[in-house]
């Protein structure tokens, strides 16, 4: 039996014309089947159409998810729950060419996972705009410089695999974001892919769910695929908010200098005053940012809501701050010591700069996890 999953938000309009034809399309290929759509409790009440679409049609059924949310964890929902031995991944808004269905099932009989391409032969991105396309090449790029990818096409939404990939690799899949089938493709090396073109239709009804939301969580997922064996995807996020923080710092740093004087002065009293302040200026400022970044994205589950809980938060994170801060100073005192003393002719207005970076990178594993527990811990 084939399974056909269609993950849903707002497409009401698009079944009421793609379920009959989905329908039409396999019987008259004679392929037994069944189709979950799986919906996550659109306004539109997708689910409540397609259930009474059901009730006619025992081939079709509707999973309706309260809480759960995003494109990938409803795929897997709906995998979880198939009945059939072949399972497909289809958008609902008919931009897929359903008509390539029986030959991606014939091909499986020599393959793990067939991929409904547009870069093959015999596809294309028809009359999808510009813009549209240059952000699908990239993101395709993109996967194929982080991860050991043998498709043409991994930004598709659109493919087959047989259930005994997706029995294998279940335990090990993290539903991040939107693209499901690189995560497939990432958890199971070796798996034998194969490619069906089709041309790329335009959406008729409803608005692309594409958005700066989107395109964020496919670089996380992407990251995470890779890394993800090394770092968790928060301390991802941590580590981006605490990369953009290392600028904050060194241009608080830069500010303060403007305002105090020249950087490094002849003045042995003062010497290592001035840096000092410096780097604690440029330190306090990037906390204030970091902890409104991580508060609004790395820690969005346990954020810090209403005026008191947010400033009792910033107190917290002041505090996990300061013990970094001392490994942060301590790594700069000692590296712009021996900087100053072995290369005395080395450009003595960046010594400081590098000598700070190093302590902030040493410093932000250790934030991490106490932010974790202490700040945002339950």
């Not at 198939?82 to 958008?91: T, Y």
């Not at 060419?97 to 991105?125: A, C, N, Q």
């Not at 590296?335 to 003595?348: A, D, E, R, V, Y």
């Amino acid at each position: 039996m084939f399974t056909l999953i269609l993950p849903t938000y707002n497409e009401k309009d698009n079944l009421k014309v793609y379920l009959p034809k989905l329908e039409s399309s396999f019987q008259k290929n004679k392929i037994k089947y069944e189709i979950i759509v799986v919906d996550d409790d659109s306004p539109d009440e997708t689910w409540k159409w397609v259930k009474e679409y059901s009730e006619k049609n025992p081939n079709v059924r509707v999973i309706r998810r309260i809480k759960d949310r995003g494109l990938s964890s409803a795929v897997i929902t709906g995998m979880a729950s198939a009945k059939g031995d072949v399972l497909g991944v289809m958008d609902a808004d008919m931009q897929h060419d359903e008509s390539i269905i029986p030959k991606m099932i014939e091909e499986l009989s020599m393959y793990d996972l067939i991929v409904g391409s547009r870069k093959t032969e015999g596809g294309s991105y028809g009359e999808m705009n510009f813009i549209r396309r240059v952000i699908s090449h990239g993101a395709t790029l993109l996967a194929k410089i982080l991860l050991p990818i043998n498709t043409t096409d991994p930004m598709s939404g659109f493919f087959i695999l047989k259930k005994e990939v997706f029995e294998k690799s279940k335990e090990k899949l993290n539903p991040l974001g939107f693209k499901i089938l690189l995560e497939f493709l990432a958890k199971n090396p070796g798996i034998k892919v194969g490619e069906v073109g089709y041309s790329f239709r335009k959406r008729e009804f409803g608005e692309t769910k594409l958005s700066g939301t989107v395109m964020q969580q496919y670089i996380l997922a992407l990251l995470d695929l890779r890394f993800g064996s090394y770092f968790s995807v928060q301390f991802i996020k941590y580590g981006i908010i605490g990369f953009l923080g290392v600028f904050v710092n060194l241009f608080g740093q830069w500010i303060y200098n403007e305002f105090s004087g020249n950087f490094i002065t002849h003045n042995a009293d003062s010497k290592l005053i001035l840096p000092s302040s410096a780097v604690a200026f440029g330190f306090e400022i990037s906390v204030i940012s970091n902890y409104i970044l991580n508060n609004t994205w790395t820690f969005s589950d346990q954020r810090k809501r209403g005026i008191f809980p947010f400033l009792f938060g910033l107190i917290k994170f002041n505090f996990v701050s300061l013990v970094g801060f001392l490994i942060q100073y301590s790594c700069w005192f000692f590296l712009f010591q021996i900087f100053t003393n072995l290369f005395p002719n080395f450009i003595p207005a960046l010594v400081p700069y590098l000598a700070n970076l190093v302590g902030i990178v040493v410093a932000t594993v250790s934030n991490y996890h106490l932010n974790r527990s202490f700040t945002w811990g339950k």
